[in-house]
């Protein structure tokens, strides 16, 4: 039986799967990990901590993409539960498109990211075991490029999630509906 | 008498500078591969200088000796390749130039070769050997081969560079030096 109903009033109906929840939180600690080592990590000088902390920023880049594909998968066997009902119809296919744009992130920006250390000349070698094959070669000028584009994606990312939660908020404090609460693991009423 | 001792001293002298061949720099490489945290990064150095004597009929009059200049460094980027000149690295300025000079030569067939001597880098010498395969081609004669470094052993990468976790201690050192080569010798 599949749980996805319509909610005809304020409260949704359906839940997310435990794995789904999981999934979720994962990626939430993970991205914002990354982000902020990314800004942290950049301007640090030259040194071994530097070093180290670039290969965890991409590890956890290549764990990222990973978990997008995974969840993807595990979306179109365990559909997302509804949206409550009286959710204006904008608000609706805002909600969906944010949703959209917020996988299609996941996998866009750990991309950018690789290509873009394959254009400086170094191998992705994820959890410092399994290399990951370079899709391009070295390329001083197009690294130059790749980088701008992986710091334009990563900011709309930041910009999109920070949007995400002060959603999910709204929806928990001002709407006082279930959304944020199913994703904390809450199961719905009946 | 003394005029023809000096004539023929010159003319061994000669003799002797015309078998030690200079490389020939646009034919020759000398690259290496370090580790960062499992990933490999090429670098290599722009200029060295190298003389080769060889003989494959006579290996223990064979020599060779290299002279790499720090200062020509890649060590795969910008960064890097700056910070690889200071001093808990090669301390260019103090050591300018690392050096091999080749104490023996070993035949092992099929054109193959094992050469050792001593190593010089940052004022440390430490015994190193490499295998390499001799090959003619044409107007060349190329040498090639390639052996692991141990940094630590030069005490190159000091203090916090130290840990091989982030930078191993192995670097794999390549080469391909060319000579003029004249076909083989009667």
């Known amino acids: 039986m599949n749980k996805q109903r319509k909610g005809?009033?304020?409260?949704?109906?359906?839940?997310?799967?435990?794995?789904?929840?999981?999934?979720?939180?994962?990626?939430?600690?993970?991205?914002?990990?990354?982000?902020?080592?990314?800004?942290?990590?950049?301007?640090?000088?030259?040194?071994?901590?530097?070093?180290?902390?670039?290969?965890?920023?991409?590890?956890?880049?290549?764990?990222?993409?990973?978990?997008?594909?995974?969840?993807?998968?595990?979306?179109?066997?365990?559909?997302?539960?509804?949206?409550?009902?009286?959710?204006p119809l904008w608000e609706q296919q805002a909600a969906k498109g944010a949703h959209g744009a917020l996988y299609a992130l996941m996998i866009a920006v750990p991309v950018a990211g690789w290509v873009m250390s394959s254009a400086h000349g170094f191998q992705t070698v994820y959890l410092g075991i399994l290399p990951i094959p370079d899709f391009i070669g070295k390329d001083k000028e197009l690294a130059e490029v790749l980088e701008k584009v992986h710091g334009a994606f990563s900011l709309s990312f930041m910009a999109l999630v920070?949007?995400?939660?002060?959603?999910?908020?709204?929806?928990?404090?001002?709407?006082?509906?279930?959304?944020?609460?199913?994703?904390?693991?809450?199961?719905?009423?009946p | 008498m003394r005029r023809i001792m000096l004539a023929v001293m010159m003319a061994l002298l000669f003799a002797a500078a015309a078998d030690a061949a200079p490389i020939l720099k646009e034919q020759s490489r000398l690259a290496f591969v370090s580790r960062q945290m499992g990933v490999p990064v090429e670098g290599g150095f722009k200029r060295f200088d190298a003389e080769i004597d060889f003989d494959p009929k006579d290996t223990k009059k064979s020599r060779a000796s290299i002279t790499i200049y720090i200062d020509s460094i890649d060590a795969g980027s910008e960064e890097a390749s700056t910070e690889i000149k200071r001093r808990p690295w090669f301390d260019a300025k103090n050591h300018p130039k690392a050096e091999f000079v080749s104490t023996s030569l070993v035949p092992l067939g099929a054109g193959r070769y094992r050469v050792s001597g001593n190593m010089t880098i940052k004022?440390?010498?430490?015994?190193?050997?490499?295998?390499?395969?001799?090959?003619?081609?044409?107007?060349?004669r190329v040498f090639e081969g390639k052996f692991i470094l141990k940094r630590l052993d030069f005490a190159v990468g000091e203090g916090a560079w130290s840990d091989t976790g982030t930078v191993a201690d192995e670097i794999e050192v390549s080469y391909l030096l060319s000579v003029h080569f004249q076909g083989a010798k009667k």
Not at chain 1, 176 to 188: A, K, P, T, Y
């Open chain 1, 8 to 87: 005809a009033t304020g409260y949704a109906i359906g839940n997310y799967t435990l794995t789904a929840v999981t999934l979720h939180w994962a990626t939430a600690v993970i991205v914002i990990s990354a982000a902020v080592l990314g800004i942290y990590m950049h301007e640090l000088p030259f040194s071994p901590t530097k070093l180290r902390l670039y290969s965890y920023h991409k590890w956890m880049g290549v764990t990222v993409f990973l978990l997008a594909l995974v969840r993807l998968a595990w979306r179109s066997f365990h559909p997302a539960p509804a949206l409550p009902g009286n959710m």
């Open chain 1, 162 to 189: 920070m949007l995400h939660a002060a959603a999910a908020l709204k929806h928990h404090f001002i709407n006082r509906d279930n959304v944020l609460r199913r994703m904390l693991g809450f199961r719905s009423l």
């Open chain 2, 123 to 140: 004022g440390r010498t430490r015994p190193a050997s490499s295998e390499f395969v001799v090959r003619d081609r044409g107007a060349f």
